[in-house]
């Protein structure tokens, strides 16, 4: 990955932990021998299918029971790697490190301080880009716990939750458990050659015509594309629609992908004026999935490689 396009996935990260030091606010002193405590309880995470997948949200109260006015957060484990969504009322998160497959998340509880007695009610979204399908499932291991401040050392309350797919028809019994794809599933197609055209300033600009698709639910963040034998000058300029170019690699446009799902757009070649008229050589690029930072394995890496030419002509 070059630099360009690892300052923008290295972002993602340092942006997360910026946000978390963000929710840092210092939890109001409580009175001599008596410490600041919290409950938490969860309604159902119900999942209902749609044209993109399925979403839902879980119904979250946090009680103050200690007896000072205090700041609390939480902490968030989500059943479905890659499917937890934001706070509504919407109110700062930030991710940590995952747990095996599937992201945490640390979020203030909306409202600022709660008061001694006082209960305080928020959803929290979920989505799943997978298929919906004519059964219900489930997922288990959703956690949740309610924090003195944003500090995990300082854990009120702790509850559990499974996250309930309706079926097609609107049916939430007899439940069978969802599985998630752990391996990529996509595949990359060019349209096999492109011509750099001389523009006004003297440099040479291409278009190639490129397809991505995407078939199963493997969590995920982005995909993006890494070249191979780009001749001596010619860069990739960027893509349209618009996403990070990195000069050797892209981000593929449109962000996450539903099974099933395909996407065409273009990469925009570019070279110097110097760049010599004539047939420059084959370039491959080679798709890549990134789920928080890491590279996940395709299930058929053979579909992830495509070769195109690359040939530079004076402007007609």
């Given at each position: 990955?070059?630099?360009?396009n690892?300052?923008?996935?290295?972002?993602?990260?340092?942006?997360?932990?910026?946000?978390?030091?963000?929710?840092?606010?210092?939890?109001?002193?409580?009175?001599?021998?008596?410490?600041?405590?919290?409950?938490?309880?969860?309604?159902?995470?119900?999942?209902?299918?749609?044209?993109r997948?399925?979403?839902?949200?879980?119904?979250?109260?946090v009680?103050?029971?200690?007896?000072?006015?205090?700041?609390?957060?939480?902490?968030?484990?989500?059943?479905?790697?890659?499917?937890?969504?934001?706070?509504?009322?919407?109110?700062?998160?930030g991710?940590?490190?995952?747990?095996?497959?599937?992201?945490?998340?640390?979020?203030?509880?909306?409202?600022?301080?709660?008061?001694?007695?006082?209960s305080?009610?928020f959803?929290i979204?979920?989505?799943?880009?997978?298929?919906?399908?004519?059964?219900?499932?489930?997922?288990?291991?959703?956690?949740?716990?309610?924090?003195?401040?944003?500090?995990?050392?300082?854990?009120?309350d702790?509850?559990?939750?499974?996250a309930?797919f309706?079926s097609?028809?609107?049916?939430?019994?007899?439940?069978?458990?969802?599985?998630?794809?752990?391996?990529?599933?996509?595949?990359?197609?060019?349209?096999?050659?492109?011509?750099?055209?001389?523009?006004?300033?003297?440099?040479?600009?291409?278009?190639?015509p490129?397809?991505?698709?995407?078939a199963?639910?493997?969590?995920?963040?982005?995909?993006?594309?890494?070249?191979?034998?780009l001749?001596?000058?010619?860069?990739?300029?960027?893509?349209?629609?618009?996403?990070?170019?990195?000069?050797?690699?892209?981000?593929?446009?449109?962000?996450?992908?539903?099974t099933?799902?395909?996407?065409s757009?273009?990469?925009?070649?570019?070279?110097?004026p110097?760049?010599?008229?004539?047939?420059?050589?084959?370039?491959?690029?080679?798709l890549?999935?990134?789920?928080?930072?890491?590279?996940?394995?395709?299930?058929?890496?053979?579909?992830?490689?495509?070769?195109?030419?690359?040939?530079?002509?004076?402007?007609?």
């Amino acid at each position: 990955m070059t630099t360009r396009n690892g300052r923008r996935l290295a972002a993602v990260l340092v942006g997360s932990v910026a946000v978390l030091l963000a929710l840092a606010a210092p939890a109001a002193a409580a009175p001599a021998g008596r410490s600041p405590d919290a409950d938490v309880s969860v309604g159902r995470l119900v999942l209902d299918p749609t044209a993109r997948g399925y979403q839902g949200s879980l119904p979250v109260t946090v009680t103050n029971r200690g007896p000072v006015a205090t700041y609390f957060s939480i902490v968030v484990v989500e059943p479905v790697a890659g499917s937890l969504g934001n706070l509504s009322p919407e109110e700062a998160c930030g991710f940590g490190a995952p747990e095996g497959n599937r992201r945490t998340a640390t979020c203030s509880v909306p409202g600022g301080d709660i008061e001694p007695g006082e209960s305080r009610k928020f959803s929290i979204a979920f989505e799943v880009l997978t298929p919906t399908r004519d059964v219900a499932m489930i997922a288990e291991g959703g956690r949740i716990s309610v924090n003195v401040g944003d500090g995990e050392d300082e854990v009120a309350d702790r509850a559990t939750f499974a996250a309930r797919f309706r079926s097609a028809s609107g049916s939430l019994r007899n439940p069978v458990p969802y599985v998630q794809d752990s391996q990529a599933r996509a595949s990359i197609t060019t349209a096999g050659a492109v011509t750099l055209s001389r523009q006004e300033d003297g440099s040479y600009l291409g278009r190639l015509p490129v397809t991505v698709r995407w078939a199963g639910d493997t969590a995920h963040e982005l995909l993006w594309a890494d070249a191979t034998g780009l001749p001596a000058g010619v860069v990739i300029w960027g893509t349209d629609p618009q996403d990070m170019p990195g000069f050797t690699n892209f981000v593929v446009p449109g962000g996450r992908f539903l099974t099933g799902e395909q996407r065409s757009f273009d990469v925009l070649l570019r070279a110097e004026p110097e760049t010599v008229a004539g047939d420059l050589g084959t370039v491959t690029f080679q798709l890549n999935t990134q789920w928080y930072g890491q590279t996940v394995a395709d299930a058929e890496p053979a579909d992830n490689t495509a070769s195109f030419t690359v040939t530079a002509a004076d402007a007609s």
